[in-house]
Nanobody, 117 residues
């Protein structure tokens, strides 16, 4: 059974930092591209950051320079370090595991991040 379990979401003040974690089980983690998406209330889900299988990374323009994605294949975990948080970063953050060759795509249940004073 595949599980992606996000954690670390909470209420944080503007300018603060937060680290999200996503622990995967039931998959061969190292062969999956891992990504973070977010969905704000009333908006569509958007891609935030990608950690590829060869340790490459990519970011949306809205978070570039503030967020850092990393993965630990030994722990089957992907992280999202979020700095200089803004109110517009408020959203439910979702973890995604994707392997195009195998046509497998898995999602976590999401974790709420609220940036407010």
């Amino acid at each position: 059974q595949v599980q992606l379990v996000e954690s670390g979401g909470t209420l944080v003040q503007p300018g603060g930092s937060l680290r999200l974690s996503c622990a995967a089980s039931g998959i061969t983690f190292r062969i999956y591209t891992m990504a973070w998406y977010r969905q704000a209330l009333g908006k569509e889900r958007e891609l935030v950051a990608i950690a590829t299988t060869d340790t490459g990374t990519n970011y949306s323009d809205s978070v570039k320079g503030r967020f850092t994605v990393s993965r630990d294949n030994a722990k089957n975990t992907v992280y999202l370090q979020m700095n200089s948080l803004k109110p517009e970063d408020t959203a439910v953050y979702y973890c995604n595991a994707n392997n195009r060759q195998l046509r497998f795509d898995f999602w976590g249940q999401g974790t709420q991040v609220t940036v407010s004073s």
